[in-house]
C-alpha cells in the first residue's frame, strides 16, 4: 500500500499533544474555571501525546519488520 | 465563542498532515483502481474505521447530539438496533459478494447481477443524490461555523471544499479513506474531555437520570423515558421517539438500517478498498465494535446538555424562530462550556474533520459512479485506463463545484432542498428488498428487481401521499393526496413508509421474477450466495476471524440493549 497510515496518524498526534502540553504548563490557570478547575490541556495533551508515540513505535516495528 | 492562537495552530497543525497525506499519496496513484479502489489494498483496520467515520459527517455528529438532547438515549437505537446488526450481515454474507464479483461499485454489482437498466436507474440516482447531500451538509456546516465563530458563509464553504478538493484529486479514494481513520481518532479525542468533564460536572450517571427525569415529566413522559431504550415503548405515546417497539425494530431496525449500511456504496466503496476478501469482510464487523460505543461520545453530549437546562447556572438552548430550542446547538454548546483554549480548538477540528471527511465520502463515491457506471457504460467504453483516471480526476473537480452549488440552492431554497431529500428517501426506500432477493434467491431475474425497485418508490410516495404526522400541514410532511392515517410523529411515519416500500418492492420483484425467465446458474457464480464458493482465506489474525467477532459484536449489542433497557 505504500504510505503506513500509522505514521501521518503518529505525526499529528505527537504534534498536537505536545502543543497542548507546553499551552498547559505555561497558559494562565484562570481559563480553567469552566473544565471544573482541571488543566485539561496538561492532562489530555499528555493522553494524546501518548497515543501519537504509539502510532509512531508501531509504524517504525512495521518498517523495521 | 471566540478562537485563539492555540487553537488556530492545533487547527493548521491539522491541515498541514490532510494535505501531506494527499502529496504523498499521489505519486502512488497511477491506475484508474488505485484511484477509485485505493488499488484494493486497504488492511481491515483502516477500511473498518473508514467505513465507520464515512458515515458520521458533521451533520450526523450534530444531529445524533441534537437527537441525544430530543429524545434521550432512546436516539442509541440508531446504533445498537441501527447499525449493528446490518453492519454485521453485511460483513459476513454480503461482502463475499460485493467482493467475490470484483464490482467495482454497488451498481456495477446490479449490472453483473441483473442488467444494464438497474444499474443505470440506482448509478444515476446515486450520483445526484451524493452530490446534493454533500451540498446540503456543507450548507449546514456552512451555518454552523457562522453562528458560532462568526466565520463567512463563502469563506468557509469555498475553503474547506478547496482542501477536500486537493486532497481527493491527488490521492482518490486513499486520501479519502486515510483522512476518514484521522478523523476517526479526532473525534475520539476531541469529543472524549467534552463527555468526562460534562459527567463529572452533572454529577455522573445518577446525577443525569435524575436531571433527565426532571425533563422527561415535564414533557410528558415517564421519568426514566430519557435514560432507557425500550422500557417505555410499548406504546408510541410514552415513546421518545414517538414510535413503538415494532416500529423501531421493523422500520429502523430492519428496513431503514439493512437499506443504507449494506447497500449504499459510500460505505461499501471503503470495504471493497480491503486488500483481500477476507478483510473486507472484517471491515464492517470491526466497524461495528467503535459504532457499539459511539453512543457515548455523540448522544451523550445532547443529553448532558439537555440535563443541564434544569440546572441553576446550567445551559440554555437559543431558541428557533418558531419558537422551539435549537437543538441541533446541542454539541456547540457544550464545547463552548467546557473546553478551554487549547481543547477547544481540538473540539473544533474534529467537528472540521467530520465535516471535511463527510464531504471527501460523497466525492470520492460520486466519482467513481460517475466513471465506472455512467461515463464508461454510457458515453465512452473501451477507452485506456489512464482515460478513465484523468475523468474520475475530473468528476472530482466536478463534484466538489456541484456540492458548492448544492450548498447555495439550500441556503436559497430550503424547500427545494427537503423536496429532493424526500424523493431520495422513495427511491432508497426500496433497495435492500433487491439486494436481499438478488443475492439469496437465485430465480430474481432484472426485470423482476427494476420493477420492484420502480413500484416500491411509487408505494413509498403514495404512502406518505396518504398519511401525515400529527399536528403536520399537508404538504411536504405528507398527505398531499388526501389522508387515510395520522401517525403519532414523523419519524413513526417515516418508517412505516420504508415499511410498506420494502414490502411492495419485494412482493413486485417475486411476482415479476417468477413470470421471466432466470438466467442460467453458471452465470450467477459469485454473485448469489448459494451458487458461491466459500472457501475463505485464513484472516491477518485469530481474532480478527469475522466467526468469532460478529458473535461478540452481536452479544455486546444485545447487552448494551438489555442493560439500559
Given at each position: 500500500m505504500g504510505l503506513d497510515l500509522r505514521l501521518p496518524i503518529g505525526v499529528l498526534f505527537t504534534a498536537l499533544g505536545l502543543v497542548l502540553v507546553i499551552y498547559g504548563a505555561t497558559s494562565d490557570p484562570a481559563i480553567y474555571a469552566r473544565s471544573l478547575g482541571i488543566n485539561v490541556n496538561l492532562v489530555w495533551g499528555c493522553v494524546l501525546l501518548v497515543f501519537g508515540l504509539a502510532m509512531l513505535a508501531a509504524s517504525r516495528w512495521r518498517a523495521v519488520k | 465563542m471566540t478562537l485563539t492562537l492555540v487553537d488556530g495552530l492545533i487547527i493548521g497543525l491539522y491541515l498541514l498532515v490532510v494535505v501531506a497525506i494527499g502529496v504523498a499519496l499521489r505519486r502512488r496513484t497511477k491506475t484508474s483502481e488505485d484511484f477509485f479502489l485505493s488499488g484494493r489494498s486497504i488492511p481491515a483496520w483502516v477500511a473498518g474505521l473508514a467505513f465507520m467515520s464515512a458515515n458520521m459527517g458533521a451533520q450526523e455528529v450534530v444531529g445524533m447530539a441534537a437527537s441525544g438532547a430530543k429524545y434521550g438515549l432512546a436516539t442509541s437505537h440508531f446504533y445498537w438496533v441501527g447499525a449493528i446488526p446490518a453492519m454485521v450481515f453485511l460483513g459476513l454474507f454480503m461482502m463475499p459478494l460485493y467482493y467475490g464479483s470484483r464490482a467495482r461499485s454497488v451498481p456495477e454489482y446490479l449490472k453483473l447481477r441483473f442488467d444494464e437498466k438497474t444499474r443505470l436507474l440506482n448509478a444515476a440516482t446515486f450520483a445526484f443524490m451524493t452530490v446534493i447531500s454533500s451540498g446540503i451538509s456543507m450548507y449546514a456546516m456552512g451555518l454552523l461555523l457562522n453562528l458560532l465563530l462568526g466565520w463567512p458563509f463563502d469563506l468557509s464553504i469555498w475553503l474547506w471544499a478547496g482542501v477536500v478538493l486537493l486532497y481527493v484529486f491527488m490521492g482518490g479514494l486513499t486520501s479519502g479513506i486515510y483522512n476518514e481513520v484521522l478523523q476517526f481518532f479526532l473525534i475520539v479525542f476531541g469529543f472524549a474531555p467534552l463527555v468526562i468533564l460534562g459527567l463529572i460536572d452533572i454529577g455522573g450517571w445518577s446525577g443525569l437520570m435524575a436531571s433527565l427525569a426532571d425533563v422527561s415529566l415535564q414533557r410528558g413522559y415517564p421519568a426514566d423515558a430519557f435514560t432507557t431504550v425500550w422500557r417505555h415503548t410499548g406504546s408510541a405515546a410514552t415513546s421518545p421517539l414517538g414510535v413503538d417497539w415494532l416500529g423501531i425494530s421493523m422500520g429502523l431496525g430492519f428496513v431503514l438500517s439493512f437499506g443504507y449500511w449494506c447497500t449504499d456504496f459510500l460505505l461499501i466503496q471503503r470495504a471493497m478498498a480491503a486488500h483481500s476478501l477476507s478483510a473486507a469482510r472484517q471491515a464492517p464487523i470491526i466497524a461495528a465494535i467503535p459504532k457499539l460505543l459511539f453512543p457515548a461520545l455523540v448522544i451523550l453530549p445532547g443529553m448532558i446538555a439537555i440535563g443541564l437546562t434544569h440546572r441553576a447556572g446550567g445551559l440554555s438552548f437559543p431558541l428557533k424562530p418558531d419558537g422551539s430550542l435549537n437543538y441541533d446547538l446541542a454539541m456547540p454548546l457544550m464545547l463552548a462550556r467546557y473546553l478551554p483554549a487549547g481543547l477547544l480548538g481540538l473540539g473544533i477540528t474534529a467537528l472540521m474533520a467530520s465535516f471535511m471527511s463527510g464531504m471527501a465520502g460523497n466525492v470520492t463515491a460520486f466519482n467513481t459512479v460517475w466513471t465506472y457506471d455512467l461515463y464508461q457504460a454510457h458515453i465512452k467504453p473501451n477507452a485506456s485506463d489512464k482515460h478513465y483516471l484523468n475523468v474520475g480526476r475530473i468528476a472530482t473537480v466536478a463534484g466538489v463545484l456541484l456540492s458548492i452549488a448544492a450548498a447555495y440552492l439550500a441556503a436559497r431554497f430550503n424547500n427545494i432542498m427537503d423536496l429532493l431529500q424526500l424523493v431520495f428517501a422513495f427511491v432508497n426506500a426500496p433497495l435492500f428488498a433487491t439486494f436481499l432477493l438478488g443475492m439469496f434467491w437465485r430465480r430474481t431475474t432484472g426485470h423482476g428487481a427494476f420493477s420492484g425497485l420502480l413500484m416500491g418508490t411509487v408505494g413509498a410516495a403514495l404512502h406518505h401521499g396518504l398519511t401525515i404526522p400529527q399536528h403536520a400541514i399537508p404538504g411536504i410532511k405528507g398527505?398531499?393526496?388526501?389522508?387515510?392515517h395520522t401517525y403519532p410523529s414523523e419519524m413513526a411515519q417515516n418508517f412505516s413508509t420504508a415499511i410498506v416500500a420494502w414490502t411492495v418492492c419485494f412482493l413486485v420483484t417475486v411476482l415479476v421474477s417468477l413470470i421471466t425467465v432466470p438466467r442460467q446458474a453458471d452465470q450467477l457464480k459469485g454473485l448469489v450466495y448459494s451458487l458461491t464458493e466459500r472457501g475463505y482465506e485464513k484472516p491477518a489474525a485469530w481474532y480478527l476471524n469475522p466467526a468469532l467477532l460478529a458473535p461478540l459484536v452481536l452479544i455486546a449489542a444485545l447487552a448494551l440493549n438489555l442493560i439500559f433497557w
Open positions: - | 398527505g398531499w393526496l388526501f389522508i387515510v
